[in-house]
């Protein structure tokens, strides 16, 4: 096609465009809108984007990030380790336990165990169990940190003065503060550079009739007579057309039919179960014991209303559940050795796992052999970040038969991977407070071996209450990290995005 060609098929827009970048050759959107007297800047970029595709401009996106405190409070409000170790000093001369913490006052229940991870983290102090209680022992650190502010917080007092670009920022202390609820925010803006090509300036340079172009003629256009002063554009066949797409299911609805598929094909049974759960049988039933740090609120989400469910419906198995507890009851362990509350148990919260689906099921139907699988949504109460999100999915399953065994929980993970195309997985010893033993399933992937999940073998704990004597295989897995893992996505929040060039370009399997 020669120039003259390109020129003539033009829309009214993309000559506007290339008009005002004769004068620059390289400008930002506003300053086209300006030079072009554009009425909006979205018609700029829908111009700029056809002549991107016809080799005319380029446009260069980048993005920059920046920081700033979700509300000033948060520079007033001390950090809770800082309260910590301060209660510490000033009134337990440098050494107190988690009650003595609380006694005083200065610190929420659900910025208890925050401070105390802050503490263990920083290297504040020494932290150490004596009986029932968590003593905390400030070493040298943690009393030279009482008179000198963390680089932290020195962070949070420049950005209460205002925004800080990423190139102002030290990003180790940033993703710190991201860790952490109702801090940081991070804001992303784009930075667009629209210039032309050689074959754009050339083109530019050109005598650019800029007229009102019309696509059709109208019967208003022929009957005014202003189809004498409009220009019809011509229509160029070979021109960049987008593609069409039909409706489609959503790429994490295809996996989990392919989940589905694939448990269903091995044999198993599909169970589902209600998000509102009891402690009881979301930890209690699982041996999960009452003072666990699963169990607080900045772990779990507690309703307020109902605050409590009923349980009367199961008074023999919570006998059961208490003594174990309490003593490990006939199953020959100790248990946790202390009071077992029935208050605790009745807590109302979303279920923090599909686990409890699984030992409802074996409450009903205690006589093995028995093989179930639940896909199901999960609600923990963890800040959003690139591998974390406060409302997920989980992949749960369950395996109870005479002689089951440590080999054949392998096998069914080494299965299910291998038919969900990730041929290459290994195990390593893991800690789950109801699985013994408890192993974490890693799969190979580009190149490096990546955690998707923990399995184990019920510990007598859980399942002699229930009344079941065979062994149980049991494994909980990401299902959200293996998809990131098998669409090559970096960011767990991509997944939820509605993004849709990505949605229209993910392959239907």
């Known amino acids: 096609m020669t120039e003259q060609e390109i020129l003539d098929k033009l829309s009214y827009l993309e000559k506007k465009v290339l008009k005002a970048l004769g004068g620059i050759r390289k400008g930002s959107p506003e300053e086209i809108q300006r ?152 804001r992303h803006t784009a930075t667009r550079t629209i210039g032309l090509t050689d074959l754009g300036a050339r083109i530019a340079s050109m005598n650019l009739a800029i007229k009102e172009e019309v696509a059709q003629i109208t019967p208003e256009l022929i009957q005014s007579g202003r189809w004498r002063e409009v220009e019809v554009r011509q229509y160029d066949v070979r021109a960049f057309a987008p593609t069409t797409h039909g409706g489609r299911k959503h790429p994490l609805t295809t996996q989990v039919e392919m989940v589905r598929s694939i448990f269903l094909n091995m044999g198993f049974t599909e169970v589902r179960g209600e998000y509102l759960e009891s402690a009881f049988w979301n930890m209690d039933v699982l041996f999960t014991a009452q003072d666990h740090p699963a169990r607080e609120l900045q772990d779990t989400f507690y309703i307020k209303d109902p605050e409590r469910l009923d349980l009367s419906g199961d008074e023999e198995l919570l006998a059961k559940v208490k003594r174990v507890h309490e003593n490990g009851g006939d199953t020959g362990s100790l248990g946790w050795r202390y009071k077992w509350s029935r208050l605790e148990a009745e807590r109302a919260l979303l279920r923090t796992h599909t686990t409890v689906n699984s030992v409802r099921y074996i409450a009903a139907h205690p006589k093995p052999p028995f093989k ?127 993004d849709v060039d990505w949605l229209k370009s993910m392959p239907q399997l």
């Open 35 to 186: 030079l072009g007297s554009f009425s909006q800047l979205v018609e700029v970029m829908n111009a700029s984007s056809w002549l991107q595709a016809k080799g005319l401009v380029t446009i260069d996106e980048v993005i920059r990030k920046s920081y700033t405190l979700k509300s000033p409070e948060a520079a007033k409000k001390p950090l809770p380790e800082r309260v910590a170790i301060d209660v510490l000093e000033k009134v337990h001369a440098g050494k107190g336990s988690m009650a003595d913490l609380k006694k005083s006052g200065r610190l929420k229940d659900e910025e208890m165990s925050i401070a105390l991870g802050w503490i263990k983290r920083k290297g504040w102090g020494d932290i150490s169990k004596h009986g029932t209680d968590t003593i905390i022992t400030l070493n040298a650190k943690g009393k030279e940190a009482l008179n000198k502010k963390g680089e932290d917080e020195l962070l949070i007092e420049r950005m209460a003065k205002g925004e800080l670009k990423e190139t102002e920022a030290e990003m180790d202390l940033i993703e710190m503060l991201k860790q952490r609820k109702d801090i940081v925010v991070e």
């Open 372 to 498: 179930v699988f639940c896909i199901g949504r999960v609600f923990r109460n963890e800040a959003m970040d690139s591998t974390h999100l406060p409302e997920f999915t989980q992949v749960e399953g369950i395996v109870c038969e005479e002689g089951a065994n440590f080999d054949m929980l392998v096998g069914l993970l080494k299965e299910f991977y291998k038919r969900m195309g990730l041929p290459k997985i290994r195990v390593r010893p893991g800690y789950f407070p109801y699985t013994e033993p408890s192993l974490e399933v890693e799969v190979y992937w580009n190149g490096q071996w990546m955690e998707l999940g923990g399995a184990g073998i019920f510990r007598p704990e859980v399942t002699d209450p229930l009344g079941v004597k065979d062994p149980v295989l049991a494994w909980g897995l990401g299902f959200e990290r293996l998809a990131m893992l098998r669409w090559g996505l970096k960011d767990i929040r991509d997944i939820y995005v509605s």
